[in-house]
T-cell receptor
């Protein structure tokens, strides 16, 4: 079975531009979470979507937004890019919410975003 | 605010030695996760610890959880070079009033095992 897939693999953008990152969860998984991992740090939680609804967000500005589609895939959008947005963006999927019986989140390979 | 602290952050050790990585967290949680990350790669799940006293072992790695002490350990036995990687612990908490369950990660332990 295919795992979590993300596209693109790498991306280079200029300050002030907009970017869209895409994620396809494992088949049958209804929850998608997004994380940002800056070089040398642990991943930081950005958003979680479950059944196409936003369930929560971490401490990120409104420039970050996301949505989940009827097929449970998801997009992360970042507007007005800053140099500090350069990071590895990870998508994770789970069957349900962790506290509703899901065992764990499964991470995709990530999208490496470089802002120049 | 939940804090997850790992130590050490950097560890260089020789093959054949034993060592322990510690993970402390600041709020109540009965779930703790350990991940491995190789340079430029995503996160590989190692262990999911779901209750107080849980102990899991896979090869040369063993993880344990003490929810009362808010402490988890990852023990490496007779280290080999292939175990060189960055190891993260993570705790799940409720975000935004209880709606989401994102993971909060430690900063990671960068482990180098030398022949």
């Amino acid at each position: 079975d295919a795992g979590v897939t993300q596209s693109p693999t790498h991306l280079i953008k200029t300050r002030g531009q907009h970017v869209t990152l895409r994620c396809s969860p494992i088949s049958g998984h209804k929850s998608v979470s997004w994380y940002q991992q800056v070089l040398g740090q642990g991943p930081q939680f950005i958003f979680q979507y479950y059944e196409k609804e936003e369930r929560g967000r971490g401490n990120f500005p409104d420039r970050f937004s996301a949505r989940q589609f009827p097929n449970y895939s998801s997009e992360l959008n970042v507007n007005a890019l800053l140099l500090g947005d350069s990071a590895l963006y990870l998508c994770a999927s789970s069957l349900t919410l962790l506290r509703q019986g899901a065992y764990e989140q499964y991470f995709g390979p990530g999208t490496r975003l470089t802002v120049t | 605010e939940l804090k997850v602290e790992q130590n050490p952050l950097f560890l260089s050790m020789q093959e054949g030695k034993n060592y322990t990585i510690y993970c402390n967290y600041s709020t109540t949680s009965d779930r703790l996760y350990w991940y491995r990350q190789d340079p430029g790669k995503s996160l590989e799940s190692l262990f999911v610890l779901l209750s107080n006293g849980a102990v899991k072992q896979e090869g040369r790695l063993m993880a344990s959880l003490d929810t009362k002490a808010r402490l988890s350990t990852l023990h490496i036995t007779a280290a080999v070079h292939d175990l060189s990687a960055t190891y993260f612990c993570a705790v799940d908490i409720m975000y935004s009033g209880g709606g989401a369950d994102g993971l909060t990660f430690g900063k990671g332990t960068h482990l180098i095992i030398q022949p």
